[in-house]
Nanobody, 128 residues
């Protein structure tokens, strides 16, 4: 069973930056998609950014477009990164790394159930 390990969360003031990383336990596994979700207190988990292995352009939630950048590092066990700039207090949430199997359904939609593997989450707190 593939495991995903997030790192890089923390506390920052509004306008600051953070970089999240997600390392798969098996670098030989090919994922169809990898994504960052987030969940704020008393809110539903939402997809923040998704990167697709087979050509589709990355997806960004409207709330983070122009501020966040998702990328995969092929030189580092295909780890997943999220560069977060111009952070706002409303970005405060637990951030989760997720991945979809090669023959799974993650490219069909951003529902949580379309992703097969999840990390434990890393907290991001943005103060005003």
């Amino acid at each position: 069973q593939v495991q995903l390990a997030e790192s890089g969360g923390g506390s920052v003031q509004a306008g600051g930056s953070l970089r999240l990383s997600c390392a798969p336990s098996e670098y030989t596994t090919i994922f169809r998609c990898m994504a960052w979700f987030r969940q704020a207190p008393e809110k539903e988990r939402e997809a923040v950014a998704v990167v697709y292995t087979f050509g589709d352009s990355p997806y960004y939630a409207n709330s983070v477009k122009g501020r966040f950048t998702i990328s995969r590092d092929n030189a580092a066990r295909y780890s997943l990164n999220l560069e977060m700039n111009s952070l706002k207090p409303e970005d405060t949430a637990m951030y989760y790394c997720a991945a979809g199997r090669l023959y799974g359904s993650c490219s069909r939609g951003l529902r949580e159930t379309n992703f097969d593997y999840w990390g434990q989450g890393t907290q991001v707190t943005v103060s005003s």
